[in-house]
């Protein structure tokens, strides 16, 4: 398969660090309400700037990612410098010091790098600036989900940044060409499971954030929608898509489709068994790929031996993928709004800026630069972003994350009935389009 440049490998993996950490700590990131003590580290400034206009409070996770964009910045603006201010790597925490700083009125930061789910949540307790006016900057430029992403009740709230999506890994020396159906994908791997050993399908079926993805990865696949265009009402239950998903994911488990132990699984656990060897096809994020071609002492039973393709859907029509990534907003206490709107608008559609993050191996949202990078696998990530799904950027999105995992997980393990699982799901949707 395509090899990846070598800074660009380098790069993915550390990524993986801080998406894993981001995943594994969704479902506590958004449970403490706004304006409630908790502990944080603090995190720390940059050190880029000695008279800064204004402040980027970003994720740590990505640091030398989000210093390079900045230094682009200040060196463009000598007047205008930015400081950046990294946050714990971790969700609950950076969630937390922000909401701290906006509810004590400190308003240290001008401008917040949102996860693409706090959209809702922070435009609804007005912590941060509408952006509407700045919809034709980016429309068309940025990748339609992640516009999505950063709006709430059709209104521009934030801007997009950096993005992710899903891979479907498959094993080339047992499988001929990657399915595009779950039916098909369910049959190969069955197939090729029973006559080489080893399990058909790994992925994050542990019960947490990642679960929820790929479950609504599986809904929409099948055409379903959580809520109306407007996001005024719960549209879950429409149709059969629920049900298809939910049906798909039981029959899936009770018939050994997956592996033993995939009601316990994050991202790395998958990614191990499937790099031991140990199954035929698996949904994971990019960062797996340098792991599995065997780089830096990685011992890889599958290196030359697996590719990666869009996931299929239920009917084989186009793909998708649940969008991960990063959104720029303005605090509205900002003492410095126009330079920040510039700036968020600046990162969003500066090509340099954007080329910066696809350098790093870290997806930006800018379309044109996925046309610009010359490896295969990239280019195909741009095509499955296109096609990406936004978990919906709800006030209530974590209670909604919750009440998916405490109802569907146990579902799809015959612990529980699907018919009440998926009602209580559809009342969750409802609840989340407001605030606790």
Known sequence: MPVLPRQKRYALRACAAGLTALSLTLATACGEPPGE???????????LAEDPQFVWAVTGADRAIHEDVARLWNENNPDQQVEVFFL?????EQRQAMFQDLQNQAGEFDVLGLDVIWTGE???YGYIEPLEDLRGEVEGVSLE???DSAQWQQELYALPYSSNGAFLYYRTDLIDEPPTTWEELYETGMEAAEEEGISAYVGQGDQYEGFVVNYLEMFW???GELFDQAQEQSTFLEGDAATTALDFMTEAYESGFYADGFDSMVEDDARALFQAGEAVYMRNWPYAIPLLEGEEGEESAVAGNFAVAPLPTFTGEGTTSALGGLNNAVSSLSGNKELAREFVLWAATDPEAQGILAEHSLPPTMLSIYDEVDDPDFE?????????HARPPVPGYNSLSLAIQDNLHPAFRGQEEAGPALDAVNKAADNALTQE
């Open 145 to 147: 989900g992640a516009i």
């Open 122 to 124: 922070f435009a609804d």
């Open 380 to 388: 195909m990530l741009g095509e499955i972003l296109t096609e990406a």
């Open 37 to 47: 003590e908790g502990q944080t580290d603090g995190g720390e400034s940059a050190g």
């Open 221 to 223: 696949s099948a055409d």
């Open 88 to 92: 714990a790597p971790t969700a609950d």
